[in-house]
């Protein structure tokens, strides 16, 4: 069964850098796509950016568009996220998800990871 783990959120201030890891197991040569997510303190849960596993390719939300870079290295199933121009809205948990062949959306979800940006 697929699994995926997230590490490398924190605190950081405003202006600054993170870069988010993602590490998948179990089952995943049926990859179709990863993504990452983030949920604020009473907002939806919203899609930031995703990857296609085989060719790589990769979708960003308008609002991290510029910002955020999703990037994937297939040897080590593992997906990042690097976050730069980082900004207090952008403080959230930050959850990594899988999706698997045959369904129809993410399936396999992280335990989240807290990115919070001082001002």
């Known amino acids: 069964q697929a699994q995926v783990v997230e590490s490398g959120g924190g605190l950081v201030q405003a202006g600054g850098s993170l870069r988010l890891s993602c590490a998948a197991s179990g089952g995943t040569v049926s990859t179709v796509a990863m993504g990452w997510f983030r949920q604020a303190p009473g907002k939806e849960r919203e899609l930031l950016a995703s990857i296609r596993w085989a060719n790589g390719d990769a979708y960003y939300a308008d609002s991290v568009k510029g910002r955020f870079t999703i990037s994937r290295d297939v040897r080590k199933n593992t997906i990042y996220l690097q976050m730069n121009s980082l900004q207090p809205d952008d403080t959230a948990v930050y959850y990594c998800?899988?999706?698997?062949?045959?369904?129809?959306?993410?399936?396999?979800w992280g335990q989240g990871a807290q990115v919070t940006v001082s001002s």
């Open positions: 998800a899988l999706q698997r062949v045959g369904a129809r959306s993410y399936d396999t």
